[in-house]
C-alpha cells in the first residue's frame, strides 16, 4: 500500500496532529542519493540524545523518473512520506518544496536538500538561533565559522559567488548565502510563505527569505559545515532560468484590477487614434497640421543615420546646405533610435502610429502606479485620477502630433524616484537611478522634463510650507540624492547638450511674440476644449490658442470648481495644500509675462516675467505650463474618490460621485480627426528622381518646403532619404550671423517668389534681375532639378518657374521637373 500524499493546495496542510519537526527533502531522480539521506536524518532524529519527540520527513517529489518513490513508498516507517506535486513532469524545486510544505505538519520545518552536503548534525545550530527569537536560520557557506569539505568546481564556485552577490544587489540585502540547502523555519511562518511564492526554480530561496524580510520577520544566517556532493541537478541552463526568476521576483505580480486599468487606458488610446490606427501610412492626423509629416522624417532620418552608422545629431538632408541640428529639435531619440528596426521594416508612420498610441497608454499606466503607489490604494480612484493626467484636454491637443508632450511615462518614475530620496530611503542608490531616469527622458524630451522639474520644485515648495517638520528632514538626503543624481546625468548628456547649444546649425531661443495663445488668459482655462466630445467649440477654442495642437489649458470650469471643492473639503491633508497649490501656481505661470484682468482691458506683471528671460525658460511657449496642472488635478480626483468611496452614508457617495462625473464628463474626447493622405507622386515612389540628383545634387520642390507645408518631407521619406533638398520644417538659427532662433529657414529669394505665388495664385513679372537671383540660389542649393507636384496654383506655379528657368517643364511620372542639367 503507497504511502503518498496526493496533490494539495500549496498551504494547505494536513488535518493530523501537529509534530514537533517536519523535514522537507525535494527530489528529482534522487534514487542513488536519497537511502543514505533518509537513513542518516531518520537516526539523528531518533537518537539517544535527542530532544525530537515526534518528527517527520517529507519527500516533496517533482516527477522522478527512476526509483526515487519507490524509495519512500517501501519504507515501513510511517513517519516518512512522499509529496507528490500537481501536474506531470519536472517543475522544478520550487514547485516540489511549494506543496512538500504545504503538507507538512512541524512546529518548524527544516528543508535540506537530497545530497546531505550539509550534515543533519547542523540542525542544533539553527535550532538556538530560532530559540533566540528568529523566524528562520538559514544554513550559510559565507559568513565566519562557516567550514567546506570537498569543493566544488571553480566556475560553478566563481558563478555561485557571482550570483550571490547579483542577489544582494538586487533582491535580497544582507543575505550572503540564499542556496546552501539547509534552512529551518518558524512552521506557521513557513507554509504562509511557500504558499505565496509563485517560482517553481532554484530561486525559490531568494522568494522566500524576501518574504521574510519584506513582512519583518527575522532571519538568522548561521554558519554550517557544507561538503560538495557528486550528482548536482544544477545544469548550466539553470543560471539562466535563475537571472530570469530574478527578474520576475523584481517585478511585481499586478493584480487583477491593475491589468483591467492597463488595457483600459490601452484601449483608451486606442479609440483616440481609432482614425488612423488601422492605416497609419495612408490616414493623416487633420489637426497635426505639418506635424505628422516633420515627425515621420524625424523618425525616418534618425533609422537612416543608426543604420548608416552616421551622426544621429545632424543630417543635411533638409535645409540644404546648412543642415539641420537634430539634438535642436525635437527628435526624441530615446524612442527613435531603438526603435529603429521598426522604422526600416514598417516605415516611420507605423512607427510614430505605435509611439504615439502606446506611449499614451503607457504614461496613463505609470501615473496609476505612482497613485496607487504613493496616493491611494483604491484602485477605481487611482484609475480616474491617471486617466485626467494623461488623457487632459491639453494632452489630447498634443496628442495630434507632439509624441514628446504623450509619452511621458518616465515622469511618474522620476516623481517616485525624487520622494524615495526625501525620505533617506538608500540615497545613493536612488540617486544614481534618478540621474539615469533624467538622462533618459532628456533624450525623450527636454522640455516636458523641465516642466516636471518646476512642478516637483513647486510641489517641494507647497508641501514643504504644510509640513516644515517633514521639509527640515528631507532637505539633507534630497540635496545630496541630487547631486549625486546631476554627477551621473550630466557625463551623459553633456556632449549632446554642448552639441545642441554650439554645434552646426544651433540657435539661441525662439521668440514665439504675443500672439493669442502663446500665453493662456484665465477664459482659456475655463473653457472647453475643441475635441471634447459632448462640448467641444472649435471656434472658440481656435481663438483662444496658437492652433489645435497647442490649446494647452481648457480644462472647463466645471473640473476648476471641482477641484476646488475637493480642496476646500479635504484641506487638512498637507498633500491636498501642496497639489491644489501647485497646479494654481503653474496656471498662473502659464498666463504669461503679463496677465490681462478679465473685464478690465488692463494688464499686471505675471510671475512668468521673472522666468521668461532665463537659459532654457526662454524658449518654451508659456501657455505649456499649464500642462502641470494635468497630473495634481488627477490626484486631487483621485484622492477625492477614494474619500467617497469610504463615506458611510450611500447619499453622500452618490452625490460626490455624479459631481464627479459631471465635472469629467465634458473633458472625455472625441476621435481625433483623421484625413486620407495625399497621394505621393510615383516620381518619388518610382525612383524616377535619381536621374536628376547626381552626386550631392539637391532636388528643389516648387514651392520649398516650409511650417505652413512640409508635404515634401513625406515625398522624401518615401524615397527612401535619397535626395536632399533645400527649405524644410525644422527649428534653425535665423542666418547671417543671427542666431536667433526660427522654423523653418530664412527664404532665399527664389524660396519666397515661389511661396507668394503659392498664396496668391499671382505670376510676378520676371526680369533678367529675377533670372540672376534664381541662379544664384539654385547654384547655392546645388539644385539638379526643380520639381512641380500637383497643388493649388499649379499652373501658376509652372508658368512662373519656366519664365525663371528660362524653358518649359517636362512632365515626368506625375511631377513636372525642370532639368537643370540641360545646358547648364
Same mark, same amino acid.
Given at each position: 500500500?503507497?504511502?503518498?500524499?496526493?496533490?494539495?493546495?500549496?498551504?494547505?496542510?494536513?488535518?493530523?496532529?501537529?509534530?514537533?519537526?517536519?523535514?522537507?527533502?525535494?527530489?528529482?531522480?534522487?534514487?542513488?542519493?536519497?537511502?543514505?539521506?533518509?537513513?542518516?536524518?531518520?537516526?539523528?532524529?531518533?537518537?539517544?540524545?535527542?530532544?525530537?519527540?515526534?518528527?517527520?520527513?517529507?519527500?516533496?517529489?517533482?516527477?522522478?523518473?527512476?526509483?526515487?518513490?519507490?524509495?519512500?513508498?517501501?519504507r515501513r516507517d510511517p513517519r516518512v512520506r512522499l509529496v507528490i506535486g500537481s501536474g506531470t513532469g519536472n517543475r522544478g524545486?520550487?514547485?516540489?518544496?511549494?506543496?512538500?510544505?504545504?503538507?507538512?505538519?512541524?512546529?518548524?520545518?527544516?528543508?535540506?536538500?537530497?545530497?546531505?552536503?550539509?550534515?543533519?548534525?547542523?540542525?542544533?545550530?539553527?535550532?538556538?538561533?530560532?530559540?533566540?527569537?528568529?523566524?528562520?536560520?538559514?544554513?550559510?557557506?559565507?559568513?565566519?565559522?562557516?567550514?567546506?569539505?570537498?569543493?566544488?568546481?571553480?566556475?560553478?564556485?566563481?558563478?555561485?559567488?557571482?550570483?550571490?552577490?547579483?542577489?544582494?544587489?538586487?533582491?535580497?540585502?544582507?543575505?550572503?548565502?540564499?542556496?546552501?540547502?539547509?534552512?529551518?523555519?518558524?512552521?506557521?511562518?513557513?507554509?504562509?510563505?511557500?504558499?505565496?511564492?509563485?517560482?517553481?526554480?532554484?530561486?525559490?530561496?531568494?522568494?522566500?527569505?524576501?518574504?521574510?524580510?519584506?513582512?519583518?520577520?527575522?532571519?538568522?544566517?548561521?554558519?554550517?559545515?557544507?561538503?560538495?556532493?557528486?550528482?548536482?541537478?544544477?545544469?548550466?541552463?539553470?543560471?539562466?532560468?535563475?537571472?530570469?526568476?530574478?527578474?520576475?521576483?523584481?517585478?511585481?505580480?499586478?493584480?487583477?484590477?491593475?491589468?483591467?486599468?492597463?488595457?483600459?487606458?490601452?484601449?483608451?488610446?486606442?479609440?483616440?487614434?481609432?482614425?488612423?490606427?488601422?492605416?497609419?501610412?495612408?490616414?493623416?492626423?487633420?489637426?497635426?497640421?505639418?506635424?505628422?509629416?516633420?515627425?515621420?522624417?524625424?523618425?525616418?532620418?534618425?533609422?537612416?543615420?543608426?543604420?548608416?552608422?552616421?551622426?544621429?545629431?545632424?543630417?543635411?538632408?533638409?535645409?540644404?546646405?546648412?543642415?539641420?541640428?537634430?539634438?535642436?529639435?525635437?527628435?526624441?531619440?530615446?524612442?527613435?533610435?531603438?526603435?529603429?528596426?521598426?522604422?526600416?521594416?514598417?516605415?516611420?508612420?507605423?512607427?510614430?502610429?505605435?509611439?504615439?498610441?502606446?506611449?499614451?497608454?503607457?504614461?496613463?499606466?505609470?501615473?496609476?502606479?505612482?497613485?496607487?503607489?504613493?496616493?491611494?490604494?483604491?484602485?477605481?480612484?487611482?484609475?480616474?485620477?491617471?486617466?485626467?493626467?494623461?488623457?487632459?484636454?491639453?494632452?489630447?491637443?498634443?496628442?495630434?502630433?507632439?509624441?514628446?508632450?504623450?509619452?511621458?511615462?518616465?515622469?511618474?518614475?522620476?516623481?517616485?524616484?525624487?520622494?524615495?530620496?526625501?525620505?533617506?530611503?538608500?540615497?545613493?542608490?536612488?540617486?544614481?537611478?534618478?540621474?539615469?531616469?533624467?538622462?533618459?527622458?532628456?533624450?525623450?524630451?527636454?522640455?516636458?522634463?523641465?516642466?516636471?522639474?518646476?512642478?516637483?520644485?513647486?510641489?517641494?515648495?507647497?508641501?514643504?510650507?504644510?509640513?516644515?517638520?517633514?521639509?527640515?528632514?528631507?532637505? +539633507? $538626503?534630497?540635496?545630496?540624492? #541630487? !547631486?549625486?543624481? /546631476? &554627477?551621473?546625468?550630466?557625463? =551623459?548628456? @553633456?556632449? *549632446?547638450?554642448?552639441?545642441?547649444?554650439?554645434?552646426?546649425?544651433?540657435?539661441?531661443?525662439?521668440?514665439?511674440?504675443?500672439?493669442?495663445?502663446?500665453?493662456?488668459?484665465?477664459?482659456?482655462?475655463?473653457?472647453?476644449?475643441?475635441?471634447?466630445?459632448?462640448?467641444?467649440?472649435?471656434?472658440?477654442?481656435?481663438?483662444?490658442?496658437?492652433?489645435?495642437?497647442?490649446?494647452?489649458?481648457?480644462?472647463?470650469?466645471?473640473?476648476?470648481?471641482?477641484?476646488?471643492?475637493?480642496?476646500?473639503?479635504?484641506?487638512? +491633508? $498637507?498633500?491636498?495644500?501642496? #497639489? !491644489?497649490?501647485? /497646479? &494654481?501656481?503653474?496656471?498662473? =505661470?502659464? @498666463?504669461? *509675462?503679463?496677465?490681462?484682468?478679465?473685464?478690465?482691458?488692463?494688464?499686471?506683471?505675471?510671475?512668468?516675467?521673472?522666468?521668461?528671460?532665463?537659459?532654457?525658460?526662454?524658449?518654451?511657449?508659456?501657455?505649456?505650463?499649464?500642462?502641470?496642472?494635468?497630473?495634481?488635478?488627477?490626484?486631487?480626483?483621485?484622492?477625492?474618490?477614494?474619500?467617497?468611496?469610504?463615506?458611510?452614508?450611500?447619499?453622500?457617495?452618490?452625490?460626490?460621485?455624479?459631481?464627479?462625473?459631471?465635472?469629467?464628463?465634458p473633458l472625455v474626447p472625441a476621435p481625433l480627426r483623421s484625413e486620407p493622405r495625399a497621394e505621393v507622386p510615383a516620381f518619388?515612389?518610382?525612383?524616377?528622381?535619381?536621374?536628376?540628383?547626381?552626386?550631392?545634387?539637391?532636388?528643389?520642390?516648387?514651392?520649398?518646403?516650409?511650417?505652413?507645408?512640409?508635404?515634401?518631407?513625406?515625398?522624401?521619406?518615401?524615397?527612401?532619404?535619397?535626395?536632399?533638398?533645400?527649405?524644410?520644417?525644422?527649428?534653425?538659427?535665423?542666418?547671417?550671423?543671427?542666431?536667433?532662433?526660427?522654423?523653418?529657414?530664412?527664404?532665399?529669394?527664389?524660396?519666397?517668389?515661389?511661396?507668394?505665388?503659392?498664396?496668391?495664385?499671382?505670376?510676378?513679372?520676371?526680369?533678367?534681375?529675377?533670372?540672376?537671383?534664381?541662379?544664384?540660389?539654385?547654384?547655392?542649393?546645388?539644385?539638379?532639378?526643380?520639381?512641380?507636384?500637383?497643388?493649388?496654383?499649379?499652373?501658376?506655379?509652372?508658368?512662373?518657374?519656366?519664365?525663371?528657368?528660362?524653358?518649359?517643364?517636362?512632365?515626368?511620372?506625375?511631377?513636372?521637373?525642370?532639368?537643370?542639367?540641360?545646358?547648364?
Amino acid at each position: 500500500m503507497s504511502r503518498a500524499d496526493a496533490p494539495s493546495p500549496p498551504g494547505t496542510a494536513h488535518r493530523t496532529p501537529p509534530v514537533e519537526l517536519s523535514v522537507v527533502i525535494p527530489a528529482y531522480n534522487e534514487e542513488r542519493r536519497l537511502g543514505p539521506t533518509l537513513d542518516a536524518v531518520a537516526r539523528h532524529l531518533d537518537a539517544g540524545g535527542s530532544h525530537w519527540r515526534t518528527w517527520e520527513i517529507l519527500v516533496a517529489d517533482d516527477g522522478s523518473t527512476d526509483a526515487t518513490r519507490e524509495l519512500v513508498t517501501v519504507r515501513r516507517d510511517p513517519r516518512v512520506r512522499l509529496v507528490i506535486g500537481s501536474g506531470t513532469g519536472n517543475r522544478g524545486k520550487g514547485h516540489a518544496l511549494r506543496h512538500g510544505v504545504a503538507a507538512s505538519r512541524g512546529r518548524q520545518v527544516l528543508v535540506m536538500d537530497a545530497d546531505l552536503a550539509t550534515p543533519v548534525e547542523e540542525l542544533e545550530r539553527l535550532e538556538k538561533a530560532l530559540a533566540d527569537g528568529h523566524a528562520a536560520a538559514i544554513g550559510s557557506r559565507a559568513v565566519p565559522g562557516a567550514t567546506l569539505g570537498a569543493r566544488q568546481h571553480r566556475i560553478r564556485e566563481l558563478l555561485g559567488t557571482a550570483g550571490n552577490l547579483l542577489i544582494r544587489r538586487t533582491t535580497l540585502r544582507g543575505t550572503r548565502d540564499t542556496q546552501c540547502g539547509f534552512k529551518l523555519f518558524d512552521g506557521e511562518r513557513a507554509r504562509t510563505a511557500f504558499a505565496a511564492s509563485r517560482l517553481n526554480g532554484w530561486a525559490i530561496d531568494v522568494e522566500v527569505l524576501r518574504h521574510f524580510q519584506r513582512v519583518g520577520w527575522p532571519v538568522a544566517e548561521v554558519p554550517v559545515h557544507w561538503s560538495h556532493q557528486p550528482g548536482s541537478k544544477v545544469r548550466p541552463a539553470d543560471y539562466l532560468r535563475f537571472l530570469r526568476d530574478l527578474v520576475r521576483l523584481r517585478t511585481p505580480t499586478p493584480r487583477p484590477a491593475d491589468v483591467v486599468a492597463v488595457l483600459l487606458f490601452l484601449a483608451m488610446a486606442a479609440s483616440l487614434y481609432s482614425g488612423r490606427l488601422l492605416d497609419p501610412a495612408h490616414r493623416y492626423l487633420t489637426d497635426s497640421l505639418q506635424d505628422q509629416n516633420q515627425w515621420e522624417w524625424f523618425f525616418a532620418v534618425t533609422a537612416d543615420n543608426v543604420a548608416h552608422l552616421r551622426n544621429p545629431l545632424f543630417t543635411d538632408l533638409q535645409g540644404f546646405p546648412d543642415g539641420v541640428n537634430l539634438m535642436a529639435n525635437t527628435t526624441m531619440l530615446g524612442l527613435s533610435v531603438p526603435l529603429t528596426p521598426v522604422t526600416l521594416l514598417l516605415g516611420p508612420a507605423v512607427t510614430l502610429s505605435l509611439v504615439m498610441t502606446l506611449g499614451l497608454a503607457a504614461t496613463a499606466a505609470a501615473w496609476y502606479r505612482l497613485i496607487v503607489k504613493r496616493l491611494v490604494g483604491q484602485r477605481a480612484a487611482a484609475f480616474a485620477g491617471a486617466a485626467l493626467a494623461a488623457f487632459a484636454p491639453p494632452m489630447i491637443s498634443h496628442a495630434n502630433a507632439h509624441p514628446n508632450f504623450v509619452v511621458l511615462f518616465m515622469i511618474p518614475a522620476i516623481i517616485d524616484r525624487a520622494l524615495r530620496l526625501a525620505t533617506g530611503e538608500r540615497v545613493t542608490r536612488n540617486a544614481v537611478v534618478l540621474g539615469l531616469m533624467a538622462a533618459y527622458q532628456f533624450f525623450l524630451g527636454e522640455e516636458p522634463l523641465l516642466l516636471a522639474a518646476m512642478g516637483m520644485a513647486l510641489f517641494a515648495v507647497a508641501y514643504g510650507a504644510a509640513r516644515p517638520d517633514v521639509a527640515r528632514q528631507a532637505v +539633507r $538626503p534630497l540635496l545630496n540624492g #541630487l !547631486a549625486v543624481a /546631476a &554627477a551621473v546625468c550630466l557625463p =551623459l548628456v @553633456l556632449y *549632446p547638450l554642448a552639441w545642441q547649444f554650439s554645434g552646426p546649425q544651433s540657435y539661441t531661443g525662439i521668440d514665439h511674440g504675443t500672439a493669442p495663445g502663446v500665453a493662456n488668459s484665465v477664459r482659456a482655462l475655463l473653457s472647453f476644449a475643441e475635441r471634447s466630445l459632448i462640448a467641444g467649440d472649435a471656434h472658440r477654442a481656435g481663438a483662444l490658442s496658437l492652433n489645435p495642437t497647442e490649446q494647452n489649458a481648457f480644462y472647463g470650469w466645471p473640473l476648476v470648481l471641482l477641484a476646488f471643492a475637493i480642496t476646500v473639503g479635504l484641506w487638512r +491633508r $498637507p498633500a491636498v495644500k501642496a #497639489l !491644489a497649490c501647485t /497646479a &494654481a501656481a503653474a496656471a498662473v =505661470l502659464s @498666463l504669461g *509675462p503679463r496677465i490681462p484682468l478679465p473685464l478690465t482691458g488692463t494688464t499686471v506683471p505675471g510671475p512668468w516675467a521673472v522666468l521668461s528671460g532665463l537659459p532654457l525658460f526662454e524658449s518654451v511657449v508659456e501657455s505649456r505650463v499649464a500642462l502641470v496642472c494635468a497630473p495634481p488635478l488627477g490626484m486631487l480626483l483621485a484622492l477625492a474618490i477614494d474619500r467617497l468611496a469610504q463615506a458611510r452614508r450611500l447619499g453622500t457617495q452618490y452625490a460626490g460621485l455624479l459631481a464627479v462625473c459631471l465635472a469629467l464628463l465634458p473633458l472625455v474626447p472625441a476621435p481625433l480627426r483623421s484625413e486620407p493622405r495625399a497621394e505621393v507622386p510615383a516620381f518619388f515612389t518610382d525612383g524616377a528622381w535619381r536621374t536628376y540628383a547626381r552626386g550631392d545634387e539637391t532636388l528643389v520642390p516648387v514651392p520649398l518646403a516650409e511650417p505652413e507645408d512640409a508635404e515634401a518631407l513625406h515625398w522624401q521619406t518615401a524615397a527612401g532619404l535619397g535626395f536632399r533638398m533645400p527649405g524644410g520644417y525644422f527649428n534653425g538659427p535665423y542666418g547671417d550671423g543671427d542666431r536667433t532662433g526660427v522654423y523653418g529657414v530664412p527664404l532665399r529669394f527664389t524660396a519666397s517668389l515661389l511661396r507668394d505665388v503659392r498664396y496668391t495664385g499671382v505670376v510676378p513679372v520676371i526680369d533678367a534681375r529675377a533670372r540672376a537671383e534664381t541662379r544664384e540660389d539654385l547654384a547655392h542649393w546645388r539644385a539638379g532639378a526643380l520639381v512641380l507636384a500637383p497643388q493649388p496654383h499649379a499652373d501658376r506655379l509652372r508658368e512662373t518657374v519656366d519664365k525663371l528657368v528660362g524653358r518649359p517643364g517636362r512632365r515626368v511620372a506625375g511631377v513636372w521637373v525642370w532639368d537643370l542639367h540641360e545646358g547648364s
